[in-house]
């Protein structure tokens, strides 16, 4: 072969080498772009949700009241199952138009149903810890291996750290005084993170209804005293919900109604 065949051929391979790199590159360049889209997953966009009555009253007496922050928690940590229409029918009883409101407002609601829940197990108070001693509940905590106790805003127990995989560390909060607020299963974020996991779990997963007699949270049975608690906490949802229009149509009813019978 001549030498004009030989520098042809190395024309080739220089250029099919100069091709390959620019590739790699390319290639190197997309998949890091890929990755840092992965890094920068936007967040949800979240807003405060109301008072409920108890924690306004606290305000007024100074006591512990809910953290603003404590709604941001529970925002973030909703799946997005708990935004859709997979969410129960009896979630209307008290968000009569969950179903046509935006994410951002299904956001709010849930902080506000989160917030009542706390009122009505802990009184808001993220220390709370309380031993049972009703045969039902009065049983061993597999975890710790004594007697089951209920703790912090939702009341909950180190067995939820392997039925629902929530964030409770009882190794190392076995060291710790009783109500030190540095507890795994104290600290809000992760009893909060918790509840809305056991609640999606609830309602979504194993499709029972928000209000069932064989929920978690004996505060969400109807029928009980801890129930007819919580529902004087559900009296100022988000706006969004519709409620109090509701009550304002029912009201005019029932005035209607009662002109009525006296004519």
């Known amino acids: 072969m001549d030498a004009a065949f030989w520098a042809r051929f190395r024309r ?48 007024e007496l100074g006591g512990d009241t809910w953290d603003p922050e404590w709604d941001m928690i529970v925002e973030k940590a909703l799946p997005p199952a708990m935004l859709s229409r997979r969410v129960p029918r009896d979630v ?37 810890r309380v031993r049972h001693t009703e045969p039902a509940v ?4 597999d975890v710790t291996g004594r007697q089951v106790r209920s703790e912090g805003l939702l009341q909950l127990t180190y067995e939820d750290q392997e039925r629902y995989g929530c964030d409770f560390d009882w190794q190392a909060d076995r060291k710790l005084p009783a109500k030190d607020p540095a507890k795994t299963i104290l600290q809000p974020k992760n009893n909060l993170e918790c509840g809305v996991k056991i609640l999606s779990h609830q309602v979504i997963d194993q499709h029972k209804p928000l209000f069932s007699q064989t929920g978690y949270w004996s505060t969400l049975q109807p ?8 529902v004087k906490q559900m009296t100022n949802p988000p706006l969004a919900c519709g409620l109090h229009a509701r009550a304002t149509v029912a009201e005019r009813r029932k005035a209607t109604e009662t002109q009525a019978a006296h004519r």
Request: hydrophobic fraction near 40%.
């Open 92 to 128: 209307r009883r008290f968000c009569p138009r969950f179903y046509v409101m935006s994410d951002v407002d299904k956001r709010a609601f849930w902080a506000y149903f989160f917030q009542a829940l706390a009122g009505a197990e802990a009184g808001l108070d993220p220390e709370t």
């Open 12 to 59: 080739l391979c220089a250029g099919l080498s100069v091709g390959l790199a620019l590739c790699t590159s390319g290639c190197t360049k997309h998949e890091a772009q890929a990755d840092d889209a992965v890094a920068v997953k936007p967040q949800p966009v979240t807003k405060p949700a109301p008072a409920t009555p108890i924690d306004a009253k606290k305000v």
């Open 138 to 141: 009065a049983v061993r905590d």
């Open 223 to 230: 029928g009980t005293v801890s129930y007819r608690v919580f």
